[in-house]
C-alpha cells in the first residue's frame, strides 16, 4: 500500500486505491530479516482481486513473496493451514509446467538480485526488496526500497535503477517516489516525487534515459499519483480527479466521469477507465484520449481492479476476464475466489501468488497459480531455476 495513503481521510475509497494490479501498492507480508513489516491497515484496505490494476506504470511498496513449493514437498505445513479457501483451492489444483522466464526480483541469501534472461544482476547492499519491474528503451527500470523501509512512511532511501542490456547498473534516482512512467517512446521516464512530511506536495520529474538530468519538473497537490504515459502526456490521479499533463506545457486536461485509469499496453492514445459511480459500483470502459471520447460499459463491479493483457485485448477485472474488443465477460477465474497481483505470462495466461498462513501466523510459502484467460482453467506454476533458498520478490 502506497506510503501517503494513511494521511487522507478519504483515500480508503474503493476506486482511490490507485496503482498498478501487477505492481503497486504492495503489501509487505513479513519477511524474515530484511526489515520489512506488515502494514496492518493494508489488509482491510486490499480488494478481493489484490488492487487495482492496470499493466503499466508507477512504483509503490512492493510485496515479498516465497518461491512456489509443491503441497506434497512440505506435509506437515500443508496441513496446517487456516483454512482459508483460496488456499486450499490452490493446493488441490494440479501441477503445470514451469513459469515462462520473465524478468523478475529475487532474494538469495543477504542479496535481492534481479533476473532477466541473460544476466542476473545484484542490487546494491541494503537492498530490502526491489518491484515495479518496468522495461524500456533504455533498458529495465527497477524500483527498490532500503532493508530499513518498515512502510510506516516514505522512504528517502527508495531508489531507481536502470539495468542496460548488457547487464550494467546505474542509478536514476535516490529518495521517496510514489508512481513510476514511461513514455510512449521509451526514452523519458518520469517520478512523483512524494517528499518526507504527511502534507508534502508531489513533484512529478521527468528525466531523459539516454542522458543525465531533469528535463522539466511540475508541483501537484498531496497524494497525486502517476498512472502512465498517453500519447497526450502523464496521467495522473488524485483524491477528487483524474487528469493530463503534457510536461514542458503548463495546462491540464481533466478527464470528466472518470475516476481511476490505466495507459493501454499496445496503444498509449487509449485507456480502460472506471466511471459511472452509483453507489460503490462502478464500470469499465475503454476512452480515447484526443478528444475525450468515453466508448460503452464493458462490464461493471465494485472493485476497481483491473489488469490488462500485453496484446490489450482481455482485461481481468477482480476474478472476472472481459474482452475489450468485443464486450464479451467470462471466465471467471478461480473459483471467484480473488487473483491477488496478478501477472501476465503471456497474452492468454495470468499468474497469481497464493499465500497462507499457519495457525500461529506464519506465512507458508506462496504457491504461483496460472490461469488461461480463455478457458478458465488453473493450474500450480513453478518458478524454474529456483533451489528452494531463493525467494522471488516480484515479477
Not at 513489516?37 to 506504470?57: D, E, F, K, M, T
Request: aromatic share 6%; with cysteine.
Amino acid at each position: 500500500m502506497d506510503e501517503r495513503t494513511r494521511d487522507l481521510p478519504d483515500s480508503t475509497s474503493p476506486v482511490l486505491q490507485k496503482g498498478r494490479f501487477a505492481r503497486n501498492h504492495r503489501l509487505a507480508i513479513g519477511w524474515g530479516g530484511t526489515g520489512v513489516v506488515a502494514i496492518a491497515v493494508a489488509a482491510a484496505l486490499l480488494w478481493p482481486a489484490g488492487q487495482h490494476r492496470s499493466s503499466a506504470g508507477p512504483a509503490h511498496s512492493g510485496i515479498p513473496s516465497q518461491t512456489v513449493t509443491s503441497p506434497a514437498t512440505h506435509p506437515a505445513k500443508a496441513e496446517s493451514a487456516d483454512g482459508d479457501p483460496l488456499v486450499t483451492f490452490a493446493r488441490r489444483l494440479p501441477m503445470g509446467p514451469p513459469i515462462a522466464l520473465v524478468p523478475r526480483a529475487e532474494r538469495r541469501g543477504s542479496k535481492v538480485v534481479v533476473v532477466t534472461a541473460d544476466h542476473v544482476v545484484t542490487l546494491p547492499t541494503h537492498t530490502g526488496f526491489a518491484f515495479d519491474l518496468t522495461p524500456s528503451a533504455g533498458g529495465l527500470l527497477v524500483a527498490a526500497h532500503s532493508d530499513a523501509f518498515t512502510g510506516g512512511g516514505p522512504d528517502p532511501e527508495q531508489a531507481l535503477y536502470l539495468i542496460r542490456s548488457g547487464g550494467s547498473l546505474s542509478r536514476l534516482h535516490l529518495g521517496a517516489f510514489n508512481g513510476l512512467a514511461v513514455d510512449p517512446t521509451g526514452k523519458k521516464y518520469a517520478i512523483a516525487e512524494i517528499g518526507l512530511g504527511a502534507y508534502d506536495k508531489v513533484h512529478v520529474t521527468v528525466g531523459s534515459l539516454a542522458q543525465r538530468g531533469q528535463t522539466h519538473s511540475r508541483t501537484e497537490p498531496i497524494a497525486t499519483k502517476l498512472l502512465g504515459w498517453t500519447t497526450q502526456g502523464l496521467l495522473m490521479s488524485d483524491t477528487r480527479r483524474v487528469w493530463l499533463w503534457e510536461p514542458g506545457s503548463g495546462s491540464e486536461t481533466d478527464l470528466p466521469g472518470v475516476v481511476d485509469a490505466s495507459v493501454m499496453p499496445t496503444d498509449p492514445g487509449r485507456l480502460l477507465v472506471a466511471a459511472g459511480q452509483t453507489g460503490s459500483s462502478y464500470c469499465l470502459h475503454l476512452f480515447t484520449v484526443r478528444g475525450g471520447l468515453m466508448g460503452p460499459v464493458l462490464t461493471c463491479g465494485t472493485g476497481n481492479g483491473w489488469t490488462v493483457s500485453p496484446d490489450g485485448r482481455l482485461a481481468v477485472f477482480g476474478s472476472t476476464v472481459v474482452d475489450l474488443v468485443n464486450g464479451r465477460v467470462g471466465p471467471e477465474l478461480m473459483n471467484g475466489l480473488g487473483l491477488y497481483f496478478p501477472h501476465w505470462e503471456d497474452s492468454t495466461h495470468v499468474l497469481s501468488p497464493v499465500r497462507g498462513s499457519d495457525p500461529l501466523g506464519q506465512s507458508l510459502p506462496a504457491i504461483w497459480i496460472r490461469c488461461d484467460v480463455t478457458s478458465g482453467a488453473c493450474e500450480q506454476a513453478p518458478i524454474p531455476g529456483s533451489t528452494g533458498t531463493s525467494a522471488v520478490i516480484d515479477w
